[in-house]
């Protein structure tokens, strides 16, 4: 599939359908003051250069609407309802904001004539851009389901049941079969009856390499209910792999529960995972809120790091503030700055977590800790990209490697920006030993299946009264 070519044609179609509703528009709010506006059209709609101005900014202006709210996201798996969801709701708010901006202060006949112009912009800007997007929609549905386009497949598990799952799907829609590509054997399952209908290309272990090297698309999970705690191991393997699908077969309590939704009536009933991520707008947003609120934060606590500075200097010999090297997103590296909270040169060697007595810590580190103001300095790393304000807190690389042992789903945590507080430390607090740190991370995870901007705004909410009430841990 070439991903890269369905969006050209998405985009060109968005900038074309915007160049063309900005000139009905102009011109009909030309017509509407002067009716005799097409006798001199040359010298009052050609030579006027908002026209021209028009054609630059509005399909910028709309490319970038179209972006922010996800509209170019996963082109090969779209429906038809869902681009008539998107596009109505993208043109409505769009139109509001434009029209307010910039119409509001127009020639007009009658007060009436602003009413007219909204519905006119709305109907010419909806139409002309979901007219196009329903067709290339549409032609895209239509070559996947004669089998010209389609994912490239992987089935999980090679009993009966796998067997099954593979006769059904073919047999239901026979073009998937040459987009099968194999399966992989997951542990203690000896029966291989998928064998005689596909290649075995390894076992779950070799799961990520498998997805790279034949570029899977999705997963199908046909594995026998006793074994579901896999899913935690195969989710874990993929990673941040948001363009991979993962299909599992359902349960009698899933149909009870209304998990299993599906989006033609031909198919074989299968619960799609959704990739845990936010929307594209709502990235925009706290990356924003991010740089905003540091910046604030850093002029605000000026004289707060003033004292912290004095205090930390006073209570011991060595450097104001402590660097340590920390693992962020997708497993890079980076220094987190923090308030030194302990004697100078307090750990050397092998690493070691701090505890609630830890004698390394200095009257004034425990005061720092308990309000988490030896945490504030991290500020700079939101500002420079390395931390969000939410997110689960990073760990040195030493304690990742202990925790991928008994919970090898802490991998997922890499999937996201690290955070300067989290719903783990919230709830948990600092972790003294490698148990705490498991315990504390199904608090992350939690946070991971929740996140949005309304879950941050509560966990920020919460660590200001943490701060307050000096009751952190």
Known sequence: MDKTRKLFFYVLFDILSAALTWVIFFIYRKYNVDRAVFDHFTASVLQDSMLYVGLVALPAYWLFLHTFIGAYTNPYRKSRLRELEITLLATFFGTLLFFFVFILDDVVNTPFDYIKYFFILLFLQFFLTYIPRVLIT??????????????????????MIALHVYQNIIKQTPYVEKYIVGYVRVPDEQDESIASKLPCLGTLSDLPAIVKEHQINELIVAIQNGKRKLIETIITSIGDNRDLMLKIIPQSQDYLMGSVKISAILQEPLISVPTKDFPVWQHFIKRFLDITVSALAIIVLLPLYIFCAIGVKLSSKGTIFYLQERIGLNGKPFQIIKFRSMVADAETGTPL????????????????????????????????????????????????????????????????????????????????????????????????????????????????LIVIKGTGK
């Open 138 to 159: 549409t032609i895209t549905i239509n070559k996947i389901n004669s089998g010209k386009v389609g994912f490239k497949t992987l089935v999980i598990g090679s009993d």
């Open 353 to 464: 977590l701090s505890s609630k007595d830890d004698p390394r810590i200095t009257k004034f580190g425990h005061f720092m800790r308990k309000t988490r103001l030896d945490e504030t300095p991290q500020f700079l790393n939101v500002l420079l990209g390395n931390m969000s304000l939410v997110g689960p807190r990073p760990e040195r690389q030493f304690y990742i490697d202990q925790i991928v042992k008994v919970a090898p789903h802490y991998k997922l945590l890499l999937t996201v920006k690290p955070g300067m507080t989290s719903w783990g430390q919230v709830k948990f607090g600092y972790a003294e030993n490698i148990d705490e740190m498991v315990e504390r991370l199904k608090w992350d995870i939690l946070y991971l299946d929740n996140m949005s901007l309304q879950t941050d705004i509560k966990i920020l909410i919460y660590t200001a």
